[in-house]
Each structure stands twice: as C-alpha cells, then as structure tokens.
C-alpha cells in the first residue's frame, strides 16, 4: 500500500506551488513533521492470563490554533506513518472548519475483533495510563475513528479522570450521551458531509435526486446510506470489506440495516445483485462516497470511475495520482479534509459543552454543524477559483492561511 503520509506531504507540496508565498512556504516546512510523535507498548493480561505487549500510537501534529484533537484507531494495519498522515489532515481539518482545535491522532495494531471486552477495556486503559502525561482538556483531547466505539471513549475518560482528577468529562469526546457524550456525535460525519452535498449540489450541477454508491459500510458509511435515503436519494450500491451489493432501482436502507444486524453481512439482501468493491467503484452514479480507508481510489482504478462527483467521507481515500486523474477527467473531488470535518465540528461541540457543563438539543447542534459546513464550502469554493485549482487544493489553501495567521 502507497505510504499515506508520503500522500499527505505530496498534497502539501502541491498547495504551496499554487500559492508561492513566502509565508506559506515556511509554514509548509514547519508541517513537514509532527511537534511530537510519540508510540508506546502496552501490555494487556489477556484472559488466559498471559501479558501480551501492543504496540500504540499518539500523534500531536500542530497545534497552533488550539489544544491537539483527533480520532484513535484501532486496526491490524494502523502504523505511525498512517497515524501521522491522519493527524496532519487533522491539522488542516479544524482549520477548514474554524474550530480553535489543532491536529493529532491516536491508534492501537490491533484486530479489536479478536479481543474479548474485558481485554478491549484493559488495552483501552492501557493506552490512557502511557499517555496520560501529554493529554487534558486543555492540551490534547482525542476522539473515536476506525472501530472506537462510545463505549471504549468512555472507559479512557473514565481512566483519565481517575489518573489525573479531572472532572470536566472534557477529555475525550464521542462518549455515550449518558456520560458526557454529545447529541448527534455518532451520526455526525455523514450529516456534516450531507450538508456539505446540499451546499455544493448547484454548484456541481447534481439533480435534484441522486443515484449514490457508498464504499464502506462502518460508522460512516452506515450513516450516509441511512441520511442519502432518508432525503430521497438513490442509493443504488453500498460494500464493506467482504465486497458489495448493488440493485439499479435503489436499495432500501431501512431492511438493509436490518439485514446486516441479523445476518452480520451485505451479501444475499433480497433483488441485490453481489459486486466487488473494485466494480462497485466504476459504477454509474451522480454520487460515489469512500467511507473505508487510505487510497481506495488510486491510479490503477481513478480513470474507471464514471461518478459525476466524488465526496470523500474517508480519509485520504483518493491517492494524489488519482486526484491528478479526476482533475484533468473533470470529476470534482468534495475533499476529506473539508467534506468528513461534521466529526470533529460536533467533537468540538461535545468539548465545549463539558467544559461548560452544558447539554445542547440534536436540533442545536445540527443547525450550528450545518451553518459552518456552509460556511466553510464558500471559502473553499473561493480559493478555489481564485488559483483555478481543485477544491482540495482551495481547502489545503484555505486551511494554511487560516493557520499562518494564527502564528503572526
Ligand atoms: P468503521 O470501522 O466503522 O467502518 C469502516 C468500513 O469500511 C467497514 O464497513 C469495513 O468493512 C469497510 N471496509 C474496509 N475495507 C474496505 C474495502 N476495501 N472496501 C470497502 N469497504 C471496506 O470506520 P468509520 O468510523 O466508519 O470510518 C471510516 C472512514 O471515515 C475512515 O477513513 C475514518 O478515518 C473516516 N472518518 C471517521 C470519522 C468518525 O467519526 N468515525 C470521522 C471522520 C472521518
């Protein structure tokens, strides 16, 4: 697999061609590494009661605008150039955004699905004692991402409360509402990127109704198919990692929840047809949505794609070969860095609230999450425009200024 923070950098030095200001060039050498990057062994007694050690990782990228902030991800294939590549998108994420947070991510080596809960508690723990030094509400406050769950947000707040004695419950976010947790948390980065669809439909010249075919079938991906056809969308295909399903006249996404839940898969959902992740990227559609991982639309496949518009609710789904290749094909990439920041805005939110000892409606923290999403497409669009370049390009743009202002 293409390194992803290679990716990263190959962004980054893409941005400060277009924009050849002298300030931008010494902040892009300053975010060519992390402040600091930091991996830990943590050892866990399994329940067999041997101690097995695993390997983890926290990622403070910059942290110019604000305290660190960003996902924790468990996962056999998470490593710390995949850990860096996520927390510098996440420096630029809260810029994009306009949240006074800065950029860090966390991650664990590990297939959580082999752990019983009682092991998943202890590794959890264990990740929060050997870091506890450099985290608090007020210097890092991470978050869940690939397969952390609220559950697992709440055993590290609760670890960090007893190691350190704060009570703000302002240390983690994406904790259950009962415990802290904020309205709408777990539906926000497919709402947020909904939004950020509705704010670009015109502009990209998208019907009113949408055929859509969404890669990754997890949180995110989930989410999405439920929001797109709540709003009267087609979705016409969805996968996860065992392949996927696809039926032209739309797939109900009400009984395909349903389905999964029962059956623990995709495959064999009544009038669907089976389809590989590959095919399924090289549908028909107005709409395609990665929401699985790094560099799934990449050079081998980015001139197969008959999308007419692709909104990465992933990170770093699209390689910088393939983004060249949508580029000069005229597919509009609505970019991660932008188009999945509804996760951390309503992170943000959650933060805020805790500190404040407040509990804001869903109906609140929707029509705020919507009027920055909004907010943010606009300025996009406008640096965009104005350097003739991609809306990554406008976003990475955009994100920098916002970031160099704050270091005058
Ligand atoms: P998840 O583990 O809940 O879901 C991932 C999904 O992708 C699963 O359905 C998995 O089966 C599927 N998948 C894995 N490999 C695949 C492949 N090759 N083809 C198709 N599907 C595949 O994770 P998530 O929280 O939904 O995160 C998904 C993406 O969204 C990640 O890039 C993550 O960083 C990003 N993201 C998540 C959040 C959040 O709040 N959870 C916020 C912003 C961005």
Redesign the pocket.
């Known amino acids: 697999m293409q390194n992803p923070f290679q990716n990263a950098m190959a962004q980054l030095d893409k941005a400060v061609k277009i924009n050849k200001t002298k300030k931008l060039h010494d902040l892009a050498e300053r975010l060519r590494q992390p402040e600091r990057d930091i991996r830990i062994s943590i050892p866990v007694q399994m329940d067999n009661g041997a101690i097995k050690i695993f390997e983890g990782y926290r990622v403070q990228y910059n942290n110019a605008l604000g305290p660190y902030k960003g ?1 924790i ?1 468990y996962h056999p294939l998470t490593e710390i150039n995949e850990v860096k590549a ?1 927390a510098f998108w996440m420096t630029l994420k809260c810029a994009v955004a306009g949240i006074p947070m800065g950029g860090g991510k966390g991650g664990i080596t590990v297939e959580p699905k082999d752990l019983s809960k009682g092991e998943l508690e202890r590794l959890s723990r264990g990740w929060v004692r050997a870091l506890s030094d450099v985290l608090s509400p007020h210097k890092d406050v991470p ?5 952390t769950t609220p559950e697992i947000m709440a055993w590290m707040a609760d670890e960090y409360a007893k190691i350190s004695g704060d009570n703000t419950e302002a240390s983690f976010t ?1 904790k259950p509402t009962d415990q802290g947790g904020s309205e709408g ?1 777990n539906t ?2 497919a709402q947020g990127g909904f939004y950020g669809f509705e704010a670009f439909r015109k502009e990209l010249n998208l019907p009113e109704k949408c055929t859509v075919v969404i ?8 989410h999405a198919a439920s929001i797109w056809h709540k709003a009267g969308h087609k979705v016409i295909a969805v ?4 392949g ?1 399903i696809y039926d032209e006249n739309g797939l109900n996404i009400e009984k395909l929840l349903e389905h999964k839940k029962k059956t623990g898969a995709l495959a064999n959902f009544p009038d669907s047809k089976k389809i590989t ?1 590959q095919e ?1 990227l090289a549908l028909k559609c107005d709409l395609l949505i990665p ?4 560099n ?1 639309i990449n050079k081998e496949n980015a001139d197969k794609i008959k999308a007419k518009v692709i909104l990465e ?5 699209t390689s910088p070969e393939a983004d060249e290749i949508l580029f000069k094909r005229g597919i509009p990439v609505l970019p ?1 860095i932008w188009a ?5 805005i309503v992170s943000y939110f959650e933060w805020d609230q805790n500190l404040k000892r407040g509990h804001w409606t869903e109906e609140e923290i929707f029509k705020k999450l919507k009027l920055m999403i909004e907010d943010s497409a606009k300025q996009i669009l406008e640096k965009s425009k104005e350097s003739n370049t991609s809306l990554r390009m406008g976003a990475f743009i955009l994100a920098l200024e916002r970031i160099q202002e704050k270091l005058k």
Do not use: C, I, K, M
Not at 291 to 294: G, K, N
Not at 313 to 317: C, E, F, K, V
Not at 340 to 344: A, L, P
């Open positions: 996902g991800r996520l978050a869940p991402d690939v397969n994406g948390r926000s980065t890669q990754g079938f997890g949180n995110v991906g989930s996968s996860d990692s065992r996927g992740n399924l929401s699985a991982f790094e799934e609710l992933a990170n770093g789904p991660d999945n920041s509804g996760g951390v």
